[in-house]
């Protein structure tokens, strides 16, 4: 596993080397943004530890530069800045996750192992519907090539309309497919996750067949080659 | 309260009383009234003595005119008389009875500058009228003309004598050795009732108009100094946290002073965001070295790497506090008015959240009204809920629920449970305390729920732990919202 270390600190930079030499990973250094930057773009890594506070260009503009050229490498970030203000920054600008110093070594390795888990088998079969593209085995999806952030409930039932798509889906179908148990059904439910999907797809995307359901389809104009 | 009554004590003594005249420093509303009334009074005053003066004056100048007359009429009777006597024959009624208040007399002028009476009206009987000693000199002096004077005339006793209003003239007899003095009298006390009455009047005239003088200054003073009132309890607003700045529109003289109200206000704001910047700074610049030292020590074992270990931990808990006072001051000092969309908060952290703990497939489920909006900064709610959140997470099972309303009372609750192990009643408190953490073995600072508690207390809410119908821990939170209809 190949794992890009952009950190500026050259004793945290050390000490993480040899960490990571030691966990059985492939580690590069860039000690600044324009470094990580080159070296991100160029070389496939399975992984990339960004810290936020950088000289030239800093973590977040790095960030959002890869994600902007499409680099969709795992990265997770570190930074000095625990306000969650400041987290979600972070995962606005593309990351996966991210470590507040000061951290422990072995809890940054862990965080790696579980990012590597989640992001083996991206490049799978995925499902399209117009502009909507979902990558199951990556749980990602996607609007005409930007990422959606969905929370799990929106991401099934999204899932299950593409899978569906095309067809009237009636509430009661969706509401079992969304929850595993018997769990909070009220009648509710699917128009709160219906509307909140809508919200982040585009509204035209789901039709509301009135007494019936739900459909999904494709834009007016979109080809599924699109 | 003892500051309180040691000023009441102050205010009582004698020494004090300058406050009631306006020293500066004092009250400026009892400074202009007592000011303006004090030359209301003057001038009110002035104007009672010039009025009741010149009253007087003009009734004196009757007085005079009829003096005049009597003495033109004795010197022309004396002239007459054919023996080259001085007794005229007046046909007067008043100076033919007895002390009728209406008197004349003729005198001689000595050369040893003794006054001889040659002749007197009947209502004098035998009574010399009493004459001022230098009368002879300035009659001299003014040769021929007419000098009236005030003196007392032979009527009562020597309390009440009756006051007369005298004139007097010399002049030069044809056939007469001597010059001779003419003198007319009469009673001025009639005159001297009317100037009092006519003072009387006045005067209750002139404290009424002062009265309502006083009153028109007092209205003015509050009315005119109302702005000032104003600006005294907007920046009470200010201070305790009300609004941030002063916001409402002045009177010319007192805008500047607003204006640089607001300058100041501005400049404070300044500093304090400088100062929370440079405590920000040079917190995170310490922690990339505090994960150094404790790395690094965490690798080898002895008596040096254990101190480091420690040490650092001090180093970090000092860190993270004097990061929660900058935020806390920056609080303080912001967010007034501000609202959040509660929705937007809980989806972003929600997705967010989710994705940090993939691994356990933890799937949050949240519920809030579009409408619902937090009465605070968002990066606030961010840390509120985030940390709430991030617990809840890190101790469920699977799953964490999130449910949010208002009561449309500007109040809202949030409701953050799990489906994990919960937490006893006994601990409850403890995960409260800064710094505490019950599981180790958790990744995060544990300062988490401290962190949460202070928050909603600083916006006025409460956050309560209890048990979830879920099974874990089920923490809720009181927020002051602003829900749109």
């Known amino acids: 596993m190949r794992v890009l270390l952009v950190e500026d600190d050259a004793d945290l930079s050390r000490q993480l080397k040899a960490a990571l030499g030691d966990a059985g990973y492939a580690v590069d250094h860039a000690p600044d943004g324009e470094e990580a930057h080159y070296l991100g773009q160029n070389e496939p890594y399975d992984v990339i530890v960004l810290d936020l506070g950088l000289p030239k260009i800093d973590g977040v503009s790095v960030l959002e530069r890869w994600r902007r050229e499409g680099k969709a490498t795992p990265v997770l970030i570190l930074t000095a800045r625990g306000a969650w203000s400041d987290k979600v920054a972070g995962f606005d600008a593309g990351a996966d996750d991210y470590l507040t110093k000061p951290f422990h070594t072995e809890e940054l390795l862990a965080r790696l192992r579980a990012l590597l888990r989640r992001s083996a088998g991206i490049a799978s079969a995925t499902l399209a519907c117009g502009g909507l593209r979902l990558d199951p085995r990556a749980a990602r999806a996607s609007v005409n090539g930007e990422p959606l952030r969905l929370t799990s409930l929106e991401y099934r039932l999204l899932h299950y309309m593409m899978m569906h798509q095309g067809r009237v889906i009636s509430r009661t179908e969706l509401v079992e497919h969304l929850y595993d148990q018997d769990f909070d059904r009220d009648s509710n439910t699917i128009e709160v996750f219906i509307g909140r999907v809508r919200k982040k797809v585009g509204s035209d995307r789901i039709e509301t067949v009135r007494g019936l359901g739900y459909r999904l389809t494709p834009l007016a104009g979109e080809s599924e080659a699109a | ?485």
């Open chain 2, 1 to 485: 309260m003892t500051g309180q009554a040691a000023s009441n004590r102050r205010a009582k003594r004698p020494q004090d009383w300058g406050r009631w005249f306006g020293r500066p420093g004092r009250s400026l509303t009892r400074r202009l009234i007592w000011l303006a009334s004090a030359w209301i009074l003057v001038a009110l005053v002035v104007a009672a003595l010039v009025l009741t003066q010149a009253f007087q004056e003009s009734a004196l100048r009757r007085l005079g005119a009829m003096l005049n007359e009597t003495i033109d009429e004795i010197v022309v009777g004396a002239s007459r008389t054919p023996h080259g006597g001085l007794a005229p024959q007046i046909q007067d009624a008043r100076t033919l009875r007895l002390l009728s208040g209406k008197y004349w007399q003729i005198m001689e002028v000595r050369p040893d500058g003794r006054l001889v009476s040659l002749a007197r009206s009947n209502s004098l009987w035998s009574y010399d009228l009493t004459l001022p000693p230098d009368l002879p000199e300035r009659l001299n002096a003014a040769f021929g003309d007419v000098i009236t004077f005030n003196t007392t005339g032979p009527k009562g006793d020597a309390e009440t004598r009756e006051p007369l209003r005298v004139a007097a003239s010399m002049k030069s007899i044809p056939r007469h050795e001597h010059p001779v003095i003419f003198i007319a009298a009469i009673d001025r006390s009639e005159v001297d009732a009317d100037t009092r009455q006519f003072a009387r009047v006045t005067l209750t005239a002139l404290l009424i108009l002062g009265l309502g003088l006083v009153s028109a200054v007092f209205i003015q003073v509050r009315i005119g100094l109302r702005p000032l009132f104003d600006l005294r309890d907007e920046i009470a607003d200010v201070r305790k946290g009300k609004s941030a700045r002063i916001g409402r529109s002045y009177p010319l003289e007192i805008k500047p002073l607003a204006e640089q109200v607001n300058r100041l206000l501005d400049h404070n704001q300044e500093v304090v965001d400088r100062q929370r910047t440079h405590v920000g700074n040079l917190a995170h610049a310490l922690k990339t070295p505090i994960s150094v030292m404790l790395a690094e020590a965490g690798t080898t074992q002895g008596d040096l790497p254990e101190l480091v270990r420690r040490q650092t931990k001090v180093m970090q808990g000092q860190v993270d506090h004097h990061l929660r006072r900058a935020r806390a001051a920056a609080r303080a000092a912001h967010g007034l008015g501000e609202t959040t969309p509660v929705a937007e908060v809980l989806d972003e952290l929600a997705v967010m959240i989710e994705q940090v703990f993939r691994a356990k497939d933890v799937e949050i489920d949240w519920r809030a009204p579009d409408s619902l909006s937090f009465l605070g900064e968002r990066q606030d709610l961010q840390e509120i809920l985030g940390n709430l959140i991030e617990n809840a997470a890190k101790f469920s099972k699977r799953r964490v629920r999130i449910s949010a309303g208002g009561n449309g009372l500007g109040q809202m609750v949030l409701v953050v449970e799990d489906d994990g192990q919960g937490l006893p009643a006994d601990q409850r408190d403890t995960v409260m305390q800064r710094g505490a953490r019950l599981d180790e073995s958790a990744p995060g600072s544990g300062l988490g729920l401290s962190i949460v508690d202070d928050l909603t207390r600083a916006y006025g809410g409460r956050l309560t732990l209890a048990d979830s119908d879920m099974g874990g821990l089920k923490a809720v939170l009181e927020l002051p919202a602003a829900q749109a209809d």
